[in-house]
């Protein structure tokens, strides 16, 4: 077993160093990018200018290194807000929209639409819709799994406005530092999936 | 003009049956064996309209315009001055002129520009098609990829720019971004998974999904009633990815092109096709 582990170990390490090499300096990837989206507005550059983790998750696509991660997961912990009333449940109806709403930082998307969380585009949610996407795991019956825990409740609040708070480079959006999702509006999600009357527990 | 009309209908109707069917997962059944009939009927020239924008293509790329008064048919694509037998399948490609890897679309731009002397704005402005407004982009990619129908997606990889260009996609394929922190690898880089209902093919290795995929653009979009062509797919793709707005025929969507075609290498090019 300890034998395995290492030979996979090193065959990891091999991949890893193959991939650091192939991948061109970021100045000539840099200069590709500013040629296709070097025209838009500040405040759109802004949004595809990686931060410190998004650097880490590119240079290594998504498999950082362990002390990477542990830095990482630190630091995205550290970013979480958490409700000023220490209430983590909001309305569950509203929760379904946000739940089921794709719209929002397109740039098709009109000025001051209200952007959802698309979870549906991801997840297995009400057991009876049959349109979702299979991105993340299923999340059916998530509260009701849990047993409506407080411990879990936080866990998954905390997972939805920093996803990478909770598994590094996660492929799940950070939809509350990147200011997608409101508080109020990530506690209709976790009420989405932990009020016992949501369909996502019946 | 009608049969194209009905049989798109027609297969709306049955992509409808084929989204239920794979909700339900079940195995082949009667409605797919339907999808297939509409779809051999619809790659039919005859009743794909796909190639009302060949017919309309052929006939913008002989015609004399701009202020030289001459056609595209001095245009180098690769092959030679004019030669179009198989171009398609080893574009993107480095040219020397331009000191530049092109795509299609790229190349037909600096054609129309060097060529025949043609101020581009209009052209670029008209790039998509919509109601009312025809792309003379849209058509001649539809006229020249269809010349190399049945040969197979060679993407030449001997100059310097071009291996650069395929390494520069492939950072791209993974660079992640936006207020949703998505790349192309969010969606295109596992087997068989599904965002909402609508399949993802995986574009990160070699292979199958790869091929199929890009040797079927362009393709005649029912849900949108135009011809498209990869350009216009990649600034979709960028939309879902909640990127700004990408600049037409420039050197990332090249690259990212670039490096697709390296995955698809080998597919055996039929365009142009018809999808959802």
Redesign the interface.
């Known amino acids: 077993m300890l034998k395995l582990t290492i030979t996979l170990a090193a065959g990891l390490l091999v991949a890893g160093q193959a991939c650091a090499q192939d991948r061109p300096s970021q100045a000539v990837i840099d200069a590709y990018i500013k040629s296709t989206f070097g025209k838009a507005s500040p405040e759109w550059q802004a949004r595809i200018k990686p931060d410190e983790t998004l650097a880490v998750c590119n240079a290594t696509r998504n498999t950082p290194s362990s002390a990477q991660s542990e830095e990482m997961l630190k630091r995205e912990a550290a970013r979480v807000a958490y409700p000023a009333d220490g209430k983590f449940l909001g309305d569950w109806k509203k929760g379904y929209q946000v739940a089921n709403n794709g719209r929002g930082g397109q740039f098709s998307d009109p000025p001051g639409t209200v952007s959802g969380g698309n979870c549906f585009a991801c997840h297995q949610l009400d057991p009876k819709e049959v349109s979702y996407g299979t991105l993340g795991p299923s999340l059916s019956a998530y509260g009701k799994d849990r047993k409506y825990d407080p411990e879990s409740i936080k866990d998954a609040y905390t997972k939805v406005y920093d996803s990478m708070a909770v598994v590094a480079c996660s492929n799940m959006p950070r939809f509350g530092v990147n200011k997608v999702l409101s508080v109020e509006q990530i506690k209709d999600v976790m009420a989405y999936l932990f009020d016992p009357e949501s369909p996502v527990n019946k | 003009m009608r049969i194209p009309l009905i049989a798109a209908a027609a297969l709306i109707a049955a992509m409808g049956l084929a989204?239920?069917r794979l909700?339900?997962q079940s195995p082949p059944d009667d409605s797919e064996k339907e999808i297939e009939r509409y779809r051999q009927m619809l790659s039919d020239p005859f009743s794909n309209p796909g190639f009302l924008a060949v017919d309309r293509g052929e006939v913008l790329w002989s015609e004399a315009r701009g202020p030289k008064s001459v056609s595209l048919e001095g245009c180098d694509l690769g092959e030679g001055p004019g030669k179009l037998d198989g171009a398609y399948a080893k574009l993107p490609r480095y040219f020397a002129d331009s000191d530049k890897v092109m795509d299609l679309e790229q190349r037909l731009l600096w054609c129309m520009d060097k060529v025949q002397g043609l101020d581009t704005k209009d052209v670029v402005a008209r790039r998509f098609s919509g109601p009312g407004k025809a792309s003379d982009m849209e058509d001649l990619v539809a006229f020249i990829a269809n010349k190399s129908n049945g040969m197979k997606i060679a993407p030449p990889l001997s100059h310097p720019k071009e291996k650069?260009a395929a390494?520069?996609g492939?950072?791209?394929f993974?660079?992640?971004?936006?207020?949703?922190?998505?790349?192309c690898?969010?969606?295109h880089a596992?087997e068989?998974?599904?965002?909402?209902?609508?399949g993802l093919p995986n574009l990160s290795v070699k292979g199958k999904a790869a091929q199929e995929t890009m040797a079927s653009w362009p393709t005649y979009r029912v849900s949108q009633s135009a011809l498209r062509t990869m350009q216009h797919r990649l600034w979709d793709c960028y939309?879902?990815q909640?990127?700004?707005?990408?600049?037409y025929g420039?050197?990332?969507?090249t690259?990212l092109t670039v490096f697709l075609e390296t995955r698809a290498e080998g597919g055996e090019i039929n365009v142009p096709s018809i999808k959802r």
């Open positions: 989204g239920t909700a339900a650069e390494a520069v492939e950072a791209l993974y660079t992640r971004g936006g207020v949703n922190d998505f790349s690898a969010t969606c596992e068989g998974k599904r965002i909402r209902l609508q939309r879902q909640r990127w700004p707005v990408p600049e420039s050197d990332a969507l690259a």
